[in-house]
């Protein structure tokens, strides 16, 4: 189990912990995490117009109560945690015989600013490259700018789409993929 421990002097305390979901009890706080991302996604296109149950049944539908399910090899869910409490959660998926596609990337708001979000890709990139894949893809929604500048700064650069979405959504959603490098210790 692919598991890591940081304590980052420059955020003050606290210790983020890293780990692969693979209890009830880390699937349980992954499904809390998960409820909060829908629901925050389903408000942030409620405000541009677009009805928050299609937000849910498109993007939505799989996370409860099939997350544990869903996220078995080859495919992890990571787990966050600073010093001890549920801070975030990041999936990876097989998106096809080349790539993994990135799942539900949320890092509770108590918990921003921590180095959380950095430690959760770190661990999926680690986790992917273990398992031979050398590109990650993604999709996300412009009304997301941090999440975009994130991904830029951990190195994802936008790609076109890899998939076909809803017609309310096609000027909105925002493909982005990273070629990782097996050699290099990001």
């Known amino acids: 189990m692919l598991a890591i421990q940081l304590q980052p002097p420059e955020w003050g305390k606290g210790v983020i912990s890293v780990s692969m979901a693979s209890s009830p009890k880390d699937f349980q706080a992954v499904t809390v995490m998960c409820d909060r991302l829908a629901d925050l996604d389903a408000s942030i296109h409620a405000e541009k117009g677009i009805p928050p149950d299609l937000v849910f049944e498109l993007f939505h539908r799989d996370d409860n109560p099939n997350l544990a399910e869903l996220y078995v090899a080859p495919a992890a869910m990571f787990l966050a945690r600073w010093d001890g409490q549920p801070a ?46 050398r590109r990650i893809v993604l999709q996300t929604s412009v009304y997301l700018p941090d999440a975009i500048r994130f991904y830029q700064a951990s190195g994802f650069a936008f790609c076109p789409p890899f998939r076909s979405v809803h017609t309310l959504f096609t000027e909105t959603e925002v493909f982005m993929s990273c070629l990782l490098d097996p050699a290099s210790d990001r």
Do not use: M, Q, S, W
Not at 94 to 122: N, W
């Open 88 to 133: 975030g959660c990041l999936g990876f998926a097989p998106h096809d015989e080349t790539a993994d596609e990135l799942h539900r990337f949320y890092v509770d708001p108590a918990f921003r600013k921590k180095g959380i979000g950095k430690a959760l890709i770190e661990a999926v990139f680690a986790g992917i490259t273990a398992g031979n894949k």
